[in-house]
């Protein structure tokens, strides 16, 4: 039943989320990085090849030359900013549905990913520029080729051989100049295509795929050719020492990448609560144990979230003096949690059938183990990319979970869906909007806007700014000239 397309509603879906989009970035504080990318250091950086002296620029001396390029960009031309961010979060909505299957529910549940971020993936790359910039567009752009492959596993009819060759040769060059892990990712994704092709589907090798892969390594060694991956950094840190890779994992990481993706666990364990009953024999003791263990989960991390939910996390979102005992049992339930989802994924889905989803939760894991023995810098948006894969998972999880349902009870559920999508885009864009607003009355005190103090309040919904909307993180001479400029002026 999922496998029907959404016959046509595809093109009023996306124009629409376009529109979103374009507006939202209007409404989007900057903070931060896009304060120094878009003054004097990032001048400075940008004239002698994003190379400075790691005392002083640290991190924001790295070859992430087309990150780098965009976020100084955007940050002097808000059309150009608005622009980028609709096409591009637009573009991985509509890949997240072309390899889920092109379904109805499948638009929907497309539709409702950004509307199930935990604060940190909201925080630091939903409402923040910079975030976008080097996390979104190079997404996209891997997850279009990964529709390319589809397609060609599927015996779908390719485009123009020549022209897609040459397109997604400069889609992997010019995505690979972002963010280091994802440059990483795009050789080893260009790699496995080509043997999967060759030894599991019987496809006849495309010149497209040698030259994304053929992309994906020239970015690389553009990239790690840069001097400062070269020398001594107080800012990049890896810690090979067993513990503090088990310290960082149990009291910060695992919440990140785990626990409080509540919304996709929790409809990953129903699902597989519904695959498991329906496909499995009735007196079959591993359908018992599959239903059990998942209702116990389902339970457990609606009470672990409503336990964190009662302590507060910092700028960073890290959650400081929590108990031992506590997250101990946390770190070692994500463990059991992820081999009972890879148990439940082997025993229930065909893998050749279903490669997308063996793939996706294979680069959830992938994505998120460099980050495990990285000490410095650490963040929630390190695992944004993992996350994104998780979710396509999740999907697919629920559209073979949906197969067993009658298509009136499938209609219902798409309705439902869709309202829930329309209720959280009003709620998030109106928390923007007053965001947005309450920060221009703010920006305009005077002891901030002479630099004798910091801003004197925070706007009414944090999480919508990056780091809680920390007042630090504010610029007054951004703001003076700011304040300077008439509407046309800010726009362009």
């Not at 080097?134 to 022209?163: C, E, S, V």
């Not at 397109?167 to 992997?172: A, K, L, R």
């Not at 080509?194 to 990239?223: C, D, H, N, P």
Request: net charge positive.
């Amino acid at each position: 039943m999922q496998s029907k397309t959404s016959k046509g509603w595809e093109k009023i879906f996306f124009p629409i989320v376009f529109v979103y989009f374009f507006i939202f970035r209007f409404l989007v504080i900057p903070s931060g990085d896009d304060f120094f990318w878009g003054g004097a250091q990032g001048k400075y950086l940008m004239e002698h090849g994003f190379y400075g002296p790691q005392k002083i620029y640290g991190g924001s001396s790295n070859g992430r030359w087309i990150g780098n390029l965009s976020e100084i960009f955007t940050v002097h031309h808000l059309i150009f900013a608005m622009l980028a961010y609709a096409i591009f979060w637009t573009l991985l909505l509509w890949c997240i549905w072309k390899l889920t299957g092109k379904s109805k529910l499948a638009l929907i549940l497309s539709g409702l990913f950004i509307f199930t971020f935990q604060d940190g993936y909201i925080s630091t790359v939903l409402a923040w520029n910079a975030g976008f910039i080097n996390y979104i567009p190079p997404l996209a752009l891997m997850l279009l080729f990964l529709t390319f492959i589809k397609d060609l596993y599927d015996g779908d009819k390719l485009y123009n051989p020549l022209l897609l060759a040459v397109f997604t040769f400069f889609m992997s060059l010019v995505g690979g100049l972002f963010v280091e892990h994802l440059t990483l990712y795009q050789i080893f994704i260009g790699v496995v295509v080509i043997l999967m092709g060759r030894y599991v589907y019987q496809t006849k090798f495309e010149w497209f795929e040698g030259s994304y892969l053929l992309g994906a390594i020239i970015s690389a060694a553009i990239m790690f050719s840069h001097p400062a991956y070269h020398e001594k950094s107080t800012y990049r840190n890896t810690n090979f020492d067993i513990h503090g890779i088990i310290n960082n994992y149990f009291y910060i990481t695992h919440y990140w990448f785990n626990t409080l993706n509540l919304i996709v666990n929790v409809a990953l364990l129903i699902a597989i609560i519904i695959i498991a009953t329906n496909k499995l024999k009735q007196s079959s003791k591993i359908k018992f144990g599959i239903n059990t263990v998942s209702t116990l989960f389902i339970v457990y991390y609606f009470v672990i979230n409503f336990w964190l939910s009662k302590h507060n996390y910092d700028q960073f979102f890290m959650y400081r003096g929590l108990s031992s005992k506590i997250t101990l049992i946390d770190g070692v339930m994500t463990i059991v949690y992820w081999l009972f989802l890879i148990f439940c994924t082997i025993y229930l889905f065909n893998p050749k059938k279903n490669y997308v989803l063996y793939f996706s939760l294979f680069t959830y894991f992938a994505l998120i183990s460099p980050f495990i023995i990285i000490i410095s810098p650490i963040n929630s948006r390190e695992f944004f990319t993992a996350y994104v894969f998780l979710y396509i998972a999740a999907i697919l999880y629920i559209l073979k979970a949906t197969n067993y349902f009658a298509r009136p009870t499938v209609k219902n559920l798409r309705l439902v869906m869709a309202i829930i999508m329309m209720v959280c885009a009003v709620n998030v864009g109106y928390k923007m909007t007053a965001n947005y607003h309450a920060n221009l009355v703010r920006v305009q005190d005077e002891r901030f806007l002479s630099g004798q103090a910091q801003l004197p309040n925070h706007v009414p919904y944090r999480k919508y700014v990056l780091s809680n909307d920390a007042l630090l993180q504010q610029s007054s001479s951004y703001w003076q000239e700011f304040l300077k400029e008439s509407w046309l002026q800010r726009l362009f």
